[in-house]
C-alpha cells in the first residue's frame, strides 16, 4: 500500500489549505485515516482521525479548525485546515489502517505516507 500526500505549501496566518492523502494498492478496506504533524524533532503528534464509519477525532489545537473526512470509494483522505497558525507549521503524515492479505493471511495493518510541509507566517 502506498500512501501520496499533498495540499501543502506557504501560507499566512488566517489562511486554510486542504491537504489530500490517496492510499493505492491491493487492500480491502480503510479502516482508519489518521493525520500527524511534526514539528522540529522527530516526534509527531497526532491532529484528527477519522474512521470507516465516520466516526472523527481532534486534538484539542485544532477542534473548530480542521476537518477531517474521507472518500471510501477513492481511497483518499482530506484534512481542512481552516484559520492556520503559525504553531500549525510543519510536516503533515498520514497514515492509514486497511484490512488486507499479507503473507496468505488476512489482517489490518498500518502505512505512513512520506508528509507534506506546511508553513504559516505571521
Known amino acids: 500500500v502506498q500512501l501520496q500526500a499533498s495540499g501543502g505549501g506557504l501560507v499566512q496566518a488566517g489562511d486554510s489549505l486542504r491537504l489530500s492523502c490517496a492510499a493505492s494498492?491491493?487492500?480491502?478496506?480503510?479502516?482508519?485515516w489518521t493525520w500527524y504533524h511534526q514539528r522540529q524533532g522527530p516526534e509527531r503528534d497526532l491532529v484528527a482521525s477519522?474512521?470507516?464509519?465516520?466516526?472523527?477525532t481532534y486534538v484539542d489545537s485544532v477542534k473548530g479548525r480542521f476537518a477531517v473526512s474521507s472518500d471510501n470509494a477513492k481511497s483518499t483522505s482530506y484534512l481542512l485546515m481552516n484559520n492556520l497558525k503559525p504553531d500549525d507549521t510543519g510536516v503533515y503524515f498520514c497514515?492509514?489502517?486497511?484490512?488486507?492479505?499479507?503473507?496468505?493471511?488476512?489482517?489490518?495493518?498500518?502505512?505512513w505516507g512520506h508528509g507534506t510541509q506546511v508553513t504559516v507566517s505571521s
Open positions: 497514515t492509514v489502517d486497511v484490512l488486507m492479505v499479507r503473507n496468505s493471511r488476512w489482517g489490518n495493518y498500518l502505512y
Open positions: 494498492g491491493n487492500f480491502a478496506n480503510v479502516n482508519v
Open positions: 477519522i474512521t470507516r464509519t465516520n466516526i472523527s
